[in-house]
C-alpha cells in the first residue's frame, strides 16, 4: 500500500502542471529553494517560527555556532571565548574582518546592542529567558565583548547559537524601527535582503565581503551561489513537480509519503540529519479531572500502540519515542526512558482496574461518577489529524475517550495558551536536555508553554541545579533526576521522533542537512549550482 501510494503521489506531482509561482526557469547561479508557508516577519528576537528562522540563519550570524553532531558549539563571530571560574563571566574575543551587508565593520558594540535589544522587555521576545539571567552584557573594547550573568547558566553557549541572538545593524533597525525584518535588513550573514513579497518569494543575494563561516562546520567560508530565493509553495505536489522538473532546487517540506521514492528518483539527491531534534507528544494538564490521575495517563502510554501509530502517520520517517528525548541529545539519560512504558493494553487494563475505574455500559469507565473522558487540543496538521485518530481507536479498547479539537494555527496557539482542555499534541525543536525540560517542566513557565501545569519543587529544584553548577557532572545529574521525575509521573505521552529529509535537484551539489532548531540548510555554505 505504501509503495502504491508513494508512486501515485509522485506520478501526481510529474504530471500536473506547476503554479504560477513555481513556473518559470532558475537563473543560472540562482537557488531556489521550496518551501510550505512565509513567516510573519523576520527580525530575530521576535519570532519564534521556523519559517523565520531558516532565512535569518543566512541574512545574520551569531557569536558561536553549533556543528551537525549538534552537540560541538564552533566558532563564528567570537573566533574564542573565556568563561570565569565561577561561570558568570563569558569573555568573546571577536573577529576583525566582518562587516554588515552595507558594508559597515561590525563591532562589539554591535553585538552588545543586538544582544541588549534581545532582552530588552520592550522588544517583547518570547524566548528572552534564553539569554539567561542576563546582569550586563558590554563591550571592554572594539572587539571583546563581556558577558555577566546574575548565576551560572550552563546552557549559554548553545543558546547563543540560535538565531534569537543573532546580531543585526543598529542603524538599520532605528531606521526601520518594527517594519525591521518587514522592508528590510542589515546583517552579517553570507546573504543580504533583496526584496520580500509576503507569501510569495523572499529573495536574497551573496553578501560580497563574507569569509567567515563557522569554523570545522562547513568547507567553504564563503557563500557559493550569487542568489537565493525562498519561494512559498503551499501544495505538496507542487514542491515535488517543481523539484522533479527543475523549477526548484531544495526542499525539507516532503511529503512523508514520498520520501522512500525521492531516494529511488535519478535527479534528486536525499540528505537526511540523524541527529534531528524534534519531537512530537501529548501533555497532560495534570490538575484537570481525568488525567489528573497518575493511573490515567499510565494507562494512556500503556494502551497506545506508538509503533503502529508512528507507520501510519510517517511512512518510515519519523521514528516512534519510546523516551521523552531523543538519545542523542546532550544530556540524554538512559534510566529515565527505561521508565516509559511500553505498549500492554492488557496491562493498561488492570492498572486501571486496579484503580477503581470501572467499566460503564456505554464501555467508558466511570469512577466516583466521573466519566473517563478528556479533551485534547491540536494544531490542525495532516500528521496530527492521524496519530490522533489512532490514539484514539487505542484508548477505547481499554475504557477510556478521547475527545479530539482541532485548531487552525492562527487561532490556535491562543487555545492552547487557556485551560479548556485535559491534554494537548504538539511537536517541538531542542538543543539540550536542559533546554527542552527547562521550557516545559519549570513551574514558572505555567500555563504556558508549560501547559500542563506541572508544578513539582523536586521538578524545579533539579531543573535549577542544571541550569546554573559550573560543575558538567552535576548538571548531568541533576537533568537526568528531572527527566526521572518526568516520567515516572506519566506527565507526556511521547509520540515520536521526526526525521529531517532534505531533497534537492539535479544541478544542486554540497546540500547537507543541518537541523538546529529544525531547520535544515542553516547557512548553507557549501551549496553550489553545476548548471
Known amino acids: 500500500m505504501r509503495k502504491t501510494l508513494g508512486v501515485a503521489l509522485l506520478a501526481l506531482a510529474a504530471a500536473m502542471p506547476v503554479g504560477d509561482a513555481i513556473a518559470q526557469a532558475n537563473p543560472r547561479n540562482t537557488l531556489v529553494v521550496l518551501r510550505e508557508i512565509d513567516a510573519d516577519n523576520y527580525d530575530p528576537p521576535r519570532s519564534t517560527a521556523r519559517g523565520a528562522g531558516e532565512v535569518i540563519y543566512m541574512m545574520s550570524d551569531t557569536l558561536v555556532a553549533l556543528d551537525f553532531d549538534m552537540q560541538t558549539v564552533r566558532p563564528l563571530l567570537a573566533e574564542r571565548w573565556e568563561v570565569s571560574p565561577d561561570g558568570k563571566t563569558y569573555t568573546f574575543h571577536l573577529r576583525r574582518d566582518v562587516t554588515f551587508c552595507d558594508g559597515r565593520p561590525m563591532t562589539a558594540d554591535d553585538v552588545v546592542y543586538s544582544l541588549n535589544r534581545f532582552i530588552d522587555p520592550a522588544t517583547r521576545s518570547p524566548v528572552r529567558w534564553r539569554a539567561g539571567p542576563v546582569r550586563e552584557i558590554r563591550a571592554r573594547d572594539a572587539h571583546t565583548v563581556e558577558y555577566e550573568l546574575n548565576e551560572p547558566f550552563g546552557e ?30 542589515n546583517g552579517t550573514g553570507p546573504y543580504c535582503w533583496a526584496s520580500w513579497t509576503p507569501r510569495q518569494e523572499l529573495v536574497l543575494t551573496r553578501h560580497p565581503n563574507y569569509r567567515w563561516g563557522p569554523q570545522g562546520v562547513y568547507q567553504n567560508p564563503s557563500p557559493q551561489v550569487d542568489r537565493v530565493v525562498w ?70 502510554n500503556m494502551a497506545i500502540n506508538r509503533d503502529a501509530l508512528v507507520r501510519a502517520t510517517w511512512f518510515g520517517t519519523a521514528t516512534p519515542a519510546d523516551s521523552y528525548l531523543n538519545p542523542a541529545v546532550t544530556g540524554f539519560d538512559a534510566e529515565a526512558a527505561r ?153 507526556w505521552f511521547p509520540v515520536a521522533r521526526e526525521q529531517l529529509w532534505v531533497a534537492s535537484s539535479g544541478r544542486t551539489e554540497g546540500v547537507r542537512a543541518h537541523g538546529i532548531y529544525g531547520i535544515a540548510l ?9 548548471r
Open 156 to 185: 549559554l553557549l548553545f543558546q547563543l547559537t540560535l538565531f534569537f541572538a543573532s546580531v543585526v545593524d543598529r542603524n538599520t533597525v532605528e531606521r526601520l524601527g518594527q517594519n525591521f525584518g518587514v522592508q528590510g535588513f
Open 231 to 300: 519561494r512559498i509553495a503551499p501544495e505538496s505536489q507542487t514542491r515535488l513537480a517543481a523539484l522533479q522538473t527543475g523549477q526548484g532546487d531544495v526542499t525539507q517540506y516532503i511529503p512523508a509519503i514520498a520520501v522512500a521514492q525521492l531516494q529511488r528518483t535519478p535527479n534528486v539527491r536525499m540528505s537526511q540529519q540523524q541527529n534531528y531534534f524534534w519531537d512530537h507528544f501529548m501533555g497532560f494538564k495534570v490538575d484537570k479531572p481525568v488525567v489528573s490521575d497518575p493511573a490515567v495517563r499510565r494507562a494512556i
Open 339 to 491: 521508565l516509559v512504558p511500553r505498549f500492554d493494553q492488557a496491562g493498561a487494563q488492570r492498572v486501571l482496574d486496579e484503580a477503581g475505574w470501572r467499566m460503564g455500559p456505554d464501555g467508558i469507565r466511570v469512577k466516583d461518577g466521573q466519566r473517563a473522558t478528556f479533551l485534547v487540543y491540536g494544531i490542525q496538521t495532516q500528521a496530527a489529524q492521524q496519530y490522533l485518530q489512532s490514539m484514539q481507536a487505542d484508548l477505547r479498547r481499554v475504557g477510556l475517550e478521547m475527545r479530539i479539537q482541532m485548531w487552525d494555527a492562527t487561532v490556535g496557539w491562543g487555545r492552547l495558551a487557556t485551560q479548556e482542555f485535559d491534554a494537548f499534541v504538539m511537536s517541538y525543536p531542542y538543543v539540550t536536555a536542559t533546554d527542552a525540560f527547562s521550557l516545559y517542566f519549570n513551574s514558572r513557565n505555567r500555563p504556558t508553554p508549560n501547559r500542563m501545569n506541572w508544578n513539582n519543587a523536586e521538578t524545579d529544584a533539579a531543573l535549577r541545579e542544571a541550569q546554573t553548577s559550573v560543575d558538567p557532572a552535576v548538571r548531568t545529574a541533576a537533568i537526568a533526576r528531572a527527566q526521572r521525575i518526568i516520567a515516572e509521573n506519566n506527565v
Open 522 to 530: 542553516y547557512k548553507g555554505l557549501d551549496i553550489r549550482l553545476t
